[in-house]
């Protein structure tokens, strides 16, 4: 039976050194870091992240705003808030909530964002700076997967990683991160042929394609890494339950070691999130980031 990555253990250890960093900045810098979110309109699992990013902000000793926009906002109100953001010194990192409401241009929102303060890692700079090898900010997700792959695999030279799924939100920049850490990388997808011959060649497997259960045992090559990224809600036995990309019944028959859901990527996000203010913060004020 496959090592259970336990992600939300892992993510309360690194949320203690990032509370240590913070108060040793405070103490060493008089630099408190500070997070503004912004959410515009009234999606239910958004106000929840949105909730749950201002705690988790508060308990780890940072600064934090939450701006709740109605969901008529205008694009340029929107966009002129980010700008007051960008030009507030407290504020070291600024989150806007996705999916705004279909009247606004998300991706001019999150261009506006001062890519120094992009905690999110979706600007074009800093997804151009992590492609092209520089210091930059990267997107929480796949930062959280790659800890968590390193936390059982170490040094990830010359892994063989498929990662599932494309998107700019995980697929495009975790593929980016494992190239970094000098494993030779797949990137497959809907569209891409026998995807079970292609994962059966990993030796860690990244599923963030969205649906649910869909990687298979008999797909995993024995003993590989297996993180799983999908957060599916299904119906099973006339119940609601939340399940993987993975079918984690056959996978951790397989697997080295295997992320379940709900606990293995999910809490790394917002703790990922956290990392990545203070490591803005201390860019902006030319601190050296304390380990974390
Ligand atoms: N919506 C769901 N996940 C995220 C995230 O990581 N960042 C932002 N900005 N919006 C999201």
Request: proline residues 5%.
């Amino acid at each position: 039976m496959a090592k259970l990555i336990d992600g939300k253990a892992y993510a309360e250890g690194l949320r203690a050194r990032i509370a240590a960093a913070v108060a040793s900045l405070k103490k060493d810098h008089g630099l408190t870091p500070g997070l503004a979110v912004v959410l515009v309109g009234e999606d239910p699992a958004s106000k929840v992240y949105v909730a749950n990013k201002a705690k988790q902000t508060v308990e780890v000793g940072m600064n934090s705003w939450e701006h709740k926009l109605p969901a008529d906002t205008s694009e340029a109100d929107l966009l002129a808030l980010v700008t007051k953001l960008n030009n507030d010194p407290a504020v070291h990192g600024i989150l806007v909530q996705m999916p705004v409401p279909k009247h606004i241009d998300s991706a001019k929102v999150l261009n506006t964002i001062n890519p120094d303060k992009d905690v999110d890692g979706f600007h074009v700079v800093n997804v151009g700076r992590l492609s092209t090898g520089q210091d930059a900010l990267v997107a929480c997700t796949p930062t959280g997967c790659v800890m968590l792959a390193k936390s059982v695999l170490g040094k990830l030279d010359g892994v063989n990683a498929v990662v599932i799924g494309r998107s700019n939100i995980v697929g495009k920049p975790v593929a980016q991160l494992l190239l970094a850490e000098n494993c030779t990388v797949t990137i497959a997808h809907s569209k891409s042929k026998d995807l079970p011959s292609i994962v059966r060649n990993a030796d860690l497997v990244i599923a963030a394609v969205g649906r649910p259960e869909m990687v298979k045992g008999d797909w995993i090559k024995p003993g590989a890494c297996v993180i799983d990224v999908g957060i599916n809600r299904i119906e099973r036995d006339g119940k609601g339950k939340l399940v993987g990309d993975c079918d984690f019944a056959s996978c951790e028959k397989v697997a080295g070691s295997i992320t379940p859901v709900p606990g293995g990527v999910g809490p790394m996000t917002i703790a990922c999130l956290l990392y990545n203010t203070v490591r803005a913060a201390c860019a902006i004020k030319g601190v050296k980031t304390p380990e974390m």
